[in-house]
């Protein structure tokens, strides 16, 4: 199975030569001194018949348990398999973490918005602050029939423009707002409106449990963290860490739920 599906049309070789090298003279270049380090990973698909959905998110929490001076995760989509039913039992599960977590919804997460909020405590459009500089946005991208949706623009372009004071943001979105993936929408409006804010670092997707690594759009990274579960991608299970310096370095690298190996990295 390929590991990286993107179509033809996008040169991989040109996105990698618009990122700086996370790894210099066998040196992994991560930021001196960390002020903000947080975690995201994708699709659990928590009550999927015929996987062992228990186990693999008990292996993850395992692995982010094993991280240090984490400040938060973000599960960026699919955090269940379709059936209402099981997003107590998630959150359950999600609750054992011992660092602060957020959710991002993803198609297969098939609730209402009025129940996702009544459960989870935030809307599937949401944004937060961390340490007055780091702004955080998540964007719903579907709804109870698991369409694949352009993300809300509007809220997006408020959220952005709020946050054009903070020196860096980042974005969630669990489908990609491109059709650069098999399962990806074409979203360019909302690329566009990424690109026209500087402060904006980096968006992350989940979705396609193939894809782990980066795309550029308009000079901007779009990263994926392949998948933590369900029953089909790649043969491993992964999640993605991002590290931002005191002097603004950030940098982001994909890890091995197994045995916490980096698999792939980028300095942005």
Known sequence: MQRRPFLQKISLISSSLMTMPFISFGKKDFPKSTQLKFITASDGHYGQPNTDYETSHRLLIDAIHREENVDFVVFNGDLIHDEPKWMP??????????????????????????????????????????????????????????????????????????????THVFLFVHISQNDWTRHGVAC????????????????????????????????????WSGHFGGSWGNPFTSYRVCEVGEDGKTVTYLKSVKDGAILNGHTL
């Open 89 to 166: 039992e998630v959150l359950k599960v999600y609750e054992t973490l011992k660092v602060p977590y957020y959710v991002c919804k993803g198609n297969h997460d098939r609730i209402s918005e009025a129940s996702w909020l009544q459960l989870w405590g935030q809307p599937a459009d949401f944004s937060f602050i961390q340490k007055e500089q780091y702004g955080f946005i998540l964007m719903n991208c579907s709804n109870e029939a698991g369409d694949y949706l352009c993300a809300n623009i509007s809220f997006a372009k408020a959220i952005l423009e709020e946050y054009a004071r903070l």
């Open 188 to 223: 360019d409006d909302l690329l566009k409106l990424i690109a026209s804010y500087p402060n904006v670092k980096a968006t992350f997707h989940g979705h396609d449990h193939d894809v782990d690594g980066i795309m550029i759009n308009r000079k901007k990274p779009y990263f």
